[in-house]
């Protein structure tokens, strides 16, 4: 039953990226201008003068003379394939590109996911079994300051409370020696060293929203009769909440989760040019502002995909969490 | 020498409440709840609390398991239980979340709640909910743990308990979910077994099953049963003493037939006196004339729902709500309609009321046909066709004052403003008898009766000619519930209104309506005189709906056969 339910959820995707694919490559077009224009700009800044013989030319070389459809098509049939184009600024393929930065992406984002979950679960549940007790009070006053605050200002300060009072090495995720060094235990260490303090940035927006969602959630489960029933088979306090309303209160956290894929790349952008951090949102940005066609158009893709990978991956874990969810 | 081990006193109470005083902390201080109350518990016997919404008999149960809810504090008096063969334990002195009270909750002493939906987890099974209470009390693993709750759920009479342990609370009915409950309470025999209103949420022939199945239980079983109710029929059906509280104070105990026949306590008289007088018609009650015109002619309405799955939307299920119903309702006269939940028979009354765009038939209203009516014709009739609702509490905005609420149709009906308007509004309140001074409060400051007679003043406001009221008395007490009557009857001899009546209570019914139609799953299998259908039934439907309402005569228990209808497929 799951099984099948997760095949046709697989199959509906199908002409669901198909859409996107279109929406996509029609959003990069949507600006006046292209590539070509945004280059002889920046020539034009540096006083370079490129003659209209050889604007054609470079336009007839990166194909942008030939009608829209025909480049979507190309475009599509390539994807197909597997080849996700050339980038014009890099003058490098554009999955070589993606990929040199998912990795450490990936790995930020799923440490900040942990971080976050394992600061704000606890929390969370504190602060709704104990309401209005002087934790409860502390976690949310803190809360609200995590979610007011702006990611890079709180990275801003960090970062200079890191370098004047503990003299650290802060900004981006390796030191000078071992940025192009070989993967090493000494590397590894050093990225650890490093770590701590994009997670924390990162994560503390969202672990304050958690917070004040898991409070909230639990605090509606908490005085339902069920919760009762638990108390008077004379399970203890501990347990019985943990087992039926915590497991309730999940299922809204579970479903949160759908959006927490597309974050991973496009989250965060400016605290990553602040901190600058090696990932992806940052080539994001500057694939977009260039125009930057192909490399610009794979970001969307992927954030697409990775959106209804996430819904998907939601939608799964609430049907595993919650009975009442029909697979229908 | 004494034994070593000492055997209780069987005569001796199992539990003993003495002198009970609970108190909620609040801002403005202690506010007791329950002021000395006393009274025991006996083995194999039935003690039903009684008592109107408010007196304290929740509040009592949950104190015995000590898991008064907060800002609750036990602040004196003690609750003594005598297990057997072991010696008494004081429950009020122990610590509420400690183990030696944990291992009387549920091992020693169950609880049932009163609302099976949500006393179940809506995310376990049934079985790992019961396999849960046995593992807590029992060191037996898992397996034959889970052989003892198919036997627990056999003994509850749920039929293929093999296959009913994996299923969840919400693939059950309301009746087979209250059978679950009182399975999980008994998995591990307990002596004493506490049910705070089980059946009040449950239609009348299933509530008449349940009692009959804790009955059974108690006999194989012996313990002592705590019964908490409302009902004083449910009362005479089941208990052998009987524990009256009203505020926080016990006002009577005895045995059952006593406290029937020669009740001491006014409030006792109180009580059993509201529930007499749904015994019978109401002396009140105003007949229409014999040659009364037609005022409702409905035809062959028919409200289907259909469940739409899949892709193609294709139709899955289909739920028949009202299913080709006919009936006509004469100027100034009372039409009820009874039957189950399920029945279809609020679908019927919003329909009626044009909530719900019927698919089939008429409704013929003075010449107009509703069904086809366009909303400029719909506004008009709406003047003159008004509706009551089942909760007092939910259909008043509570952000809106008295006279707010009562002044609406009036003002979008462009009928008063100003002076005039304020006028009107006092005069609504002191005819469904409500001070006009109190019509600039909001909602909240009124009781449950008088929200009622709020509702019903601003229903009557536009003085319609038909009002549909929906279950309008189910959500108060007895003695409250006559009150609301009679001012609804008081409004029909003096308006000459026209009602249509939906209840699921045949003794409002009975009290209340000149007519009566019995619904069951969408169409009306008997419709007639109230008196006649009430004593002479003629579809097995209506028999056996008549044979499962309890009498509040305890004399009279156990002469009545009941049965179950079961439709013929």
Redesign the interface.
Known sequence: MLLRYILKRILWMVPFLFAVSIVAFLLIQAPPGDYLTTYIAKLGESNEVLDQASIENLRARFGLDRPLYVQYFKWVANLLQGDFGMSFEWRQPVSDLIWQRMGLTVMLSFSTLLFTWAVAFPIGVYSAVRKYSIGDYVATTLGFIGLATPNFLLALIMMYVGVVYFGSDVGGLFSNEYKNAPWSLAKFWDLLKHLWLPIVVLGTSATASLIRIMRANLLDELN???V??????????FWLIM??PV??ALNPFVSTIGWVLPNLVSGAVVTAIVLSLPTAGPLMLQALLAQDMYLAGAFVLLLSSLTVVGMLLSDILLVL????VKY? | MPPTRMRTDMSKPVISIKNLNVGFNIRQGMLDVLHGVSFDLHRGKTTCVVGESGSGKSVTA?TI?N?VPPPGVINGGRILFNPEGQETIELTALNS?GKAI??????RI??I???PM????????IGSQIV??IR??RDVPKKEAKAMAVDALRQVEIPNPEKAVDR?A?EFSGGMRQRA?IA??LACRPEVLIADEPTTALDVTTQAEILDLMRNLQVEMGMAIMFITHDMGVVAEIADEVVVMEKGHVVETGDVSQVFNAPEHPYTRKLLGAVKRLEEPATAKVRPAADAPEILKVRDLQLHFEKR??FMQRVTDVTKAVDGISFDLRKGEALGIVGESGSGKTTVGRCIARVYDPQAGTVDYEGLDLVSAGTDQLRKSRRQIRMIFQDPFASLNPRMTVKQIIAEPLIVNGIASGKDLDERVAQLLTEVGLDPGMMERYPHAFSGGQRQRIVVARAIALEPRLVIADEPTSALDVSIRTQVLDLLLKLQAEMGLSFIFISHDMAVIRYFCDRVAVMYRGQIVEIGETEQIITDPQHPYTKALLSSVPIADPALRGTRQRHRYVAEA
């Open positions: 339902k009769p069920y009762d029933t638990a108390r008077a088979k004379g399970l203890s306090e087992k039926y497991r309730v969490l919650d009975p009442r229908e | 949950r398991l898991m979340r944990r291992a009387i909750r549920g091992g169950g609880m709640f009163q609302e949500s006393s179940l987890s809506p995310v376990h099974t849960e209470a807590l009390h969840y919400f409950m999980m309470a799955e899949g």
